[in-house]
């Protein structure tokens, strides 16, 4: 049987196996051991347990009676917020930059590409402080603070009117919902439409429509509650409305422009991989250079582009975790202060890898699926 390459194949790889499954074994049993002669508890009890400690920015209620679960997930939940609102910005600013790369007009073009190569080229780390510094420093403490409208700017963030709670919003964000439901249904219908016929309604019209009817009509459904709660000065704050720290914000900046610079290089690099006979075709046919960009050549360039933007947004997803650095509540903020205060150091890092990872394959799962979607179909 030795002289069988198959058979050889597979004693080799059941004896790769059982080694690296005794290696696991002998660190697991390591670490226990270790851990137990030190009189550390294992296991993820801890989470069950009061935290005791405040969190300055949540988006759920919380308080520091409230477990180090609900903790953690308030601080997942910034990480998914700040990245969320980064990723739409990223992208909408990389694409005009990367427009803007390839503009005829020299000013533009050049200052555009000063920008993708400057921002690129500086680590994030010190973009972060930089924004930070900018906001902590040079905006005017509270008592000066800066009256934009009925929004206040100062060193503490900006202070927006904001609704009150109120069951009407809840319903009108219930129809944004079914908003976004029916404009998907509607597209998938269309869709198969046009593939039967040959012609289709509109996609757009319909789903703006449905995006500002069913919102209104949840929100007339309760009385069409329309109070506001404005941000007011008192003393060394500000009282009322919705206020958005400097740490959100110098965030949400310099993970959106350090990736825009990215983003803007895979958008000129698809924009070039499409063929000039493309965008020679279309001018033929009276299309205007907008029309052109819009209608021909990005739609064959988002081909050629999906992939590396998936890296970009999961390497986004991962760079928020430099939070830290500038006092934003993000995960690893918030996993740092449970590690400290109970000692459980291996169980907070494995969840934090284990929810970055969740989090990484479904970006890599959803761009996939689009990526898919938009691929050409060879007959």
Do not use: C
């Not at 390839?102 to 190569?117: D, F, H, I, Q, T």
Request: no cysteine.
């Amino acid at each position: 049987m030795w002289s069988s390459e198959r058979f050889r194949n597979i004693v080799y790889q059941i004896a790769l196996l059982s080694l690296v499954g005794a290696l696991i074994g002998y660190a697991a049993y390591n670490l226990v051991h270790n851990l137990e002669s030190r009189a550390i508890a294992i296991g993820f009890s801890y989470l069950g347990q009061e935290a005791g400690f405040d969190v300055s920015e949540t988006l759920i209620d919380y308080e520091p009676t409230h477990s180090y679960a609900r903790a953690f997930v308030v601080g997942l939940l910034n990480t998914l917020f700040v990245s969320a609102v980064a990723i739409v910005a990223a992208s909408v600013l990389g694409l005009v930059v990367g427009i803007g790369r390839l503009s005829p007009n020299w000013l533009l073009r050049k200052l555009a590409g000063a920008y993708v190569e400057s921002v690129r080229n500086v680590p994030l780390i010190l973009q972060l402080l930089l924004w930070y510094g900018v906001l902590t420093e040079l905006l005017p403490p509270v008592a000066e603070a800066i009256v934009l409208g009925p929004a206040l700017l100062s060193q503490r963030g900006i202070s927006l009117p904001w609704p009150t709670p109120h069951a009407g919003w809840w319903a009108a964000l219930l129809g944004l919902f079914l908003a976004v439901l029916f404009a998907f249904l509607w597209a998938r219908a269309v869709r198969r439409r046009r593939e039967r016929a040959g012609r289709a309604p509109a996609v757009l019209w319909p789903s703006l429509a449905a995006g500002v009817v069913l919102p209104l009509a949840g929100w007339a459904v309760f009385g069409a509650p329309s109070e506001l709660s404005t941000p007011a000065m008192t003393g060394f704050g500000f009282e009322g409305g919705k206020t958005v720290s400097p740490e959100f914000i110098a965030l949400f900046l310099g993970l959106s422009v350090y990736t825009a610079a990215f983003i803007a290089e895979i958008v000129r690099g698809g924009i070039l991989s499409v063929s000039r006979g493309q965008s020679d075709a279309a001018e033929a046919l009276g299309l205007s250079r907008g029309q052109r960009l819009r209608l021909v050549i990005l739609p064959q360039a988002l081909r050629v582009m999906i992939p590396p933007l998936t890296s970009q947004y999961l390497n986004l997803t991962k760079n928020s975790s430099l939070a830290v650095a500038i006092g934003y509540p993000d995960l690893v903020s918030i996993s740092n202060t449970t590690l400290n205060q109970t000692g459980q150091a291996i169980e907070a890092i494995t969840l934090m890898m284990a929810v970055y990872l969740a989090v990484s394959l479904a970006i890599s799962g959803l761009m996939n699926w689009y990526n898919h979607r938009v691929r050409l179909v060879e007959r």
